[in-house]
């Protein structure tokens, strides 16, 4: 092979490099549990439930169930805080309005939000009618392909 086509060649796959990188996708996963955010409510927050999330880039897929929560589901948000420490709500997820059911999302993460996800200090949160301040909550963790 003549060095000007192999030249060539080797140029494109550098350059192609780049768009192969930012095309993988990584996966995460959340699970759901009851997080008392006062002394009041140890007794009464009840549930579980699982969040599955994909990155591509920046944009952040979620998707996730969730069931037996002591009341009805208001509003679910991603919040950035590092493990076992509560933290601001950064974006809002569709949930639905009840005990069990649904929740999803497509966000355009910041890339410090992107490297919060990939520290480990994103969680998912689950308020509730009988529980404004939140009923479930779980950390995003890496999740195997």
Do not use: K
């Not at 919060?116 to 689950?126: D, E, G, K, T």
Request: net charge negative; proline share 8%; no cysteine.
């Amino acid at each position: 092979m003549p060095a000007r086509s192999l030249a060539w060649i080797l140029s494109a796959v550098l350059l192609a490099a780049p768009l192969l990188v930012s095309a993988q996708t990584e996966n995460f996963r959340a699970r759901l549990s009851p997080m008392p955010t006062t002394p009041q409510t140890v007794d009464s927050i009840t549930g579980e439930g699982e969040v599955l999330l994909s990155l591509e880039g920046n944009m952040l897929t979620v998707s996730g169930t969730f069931e037996g929560m002591s009341t009805v589901a208001t509003v679910a948000h991603l919040h950035n805080g590092p493990p076992a420490q509560p933290g601001p709500a950064v974006h809002q997820l569709v949930v639905t309005a009840a005990t069990g059911g649904e929740l999803s999302g497509e966000i355009e993460l910041t890339d410090e939000q992107v490297d919060a996800l990939r520290a480990n200090s994103l969680y998912v949160q689950i308020h509730s009618e009988g529980n404004p301040p939140g009923e479930l909550r779980g950390w995003i963790f890496p999740r195997s392909q």
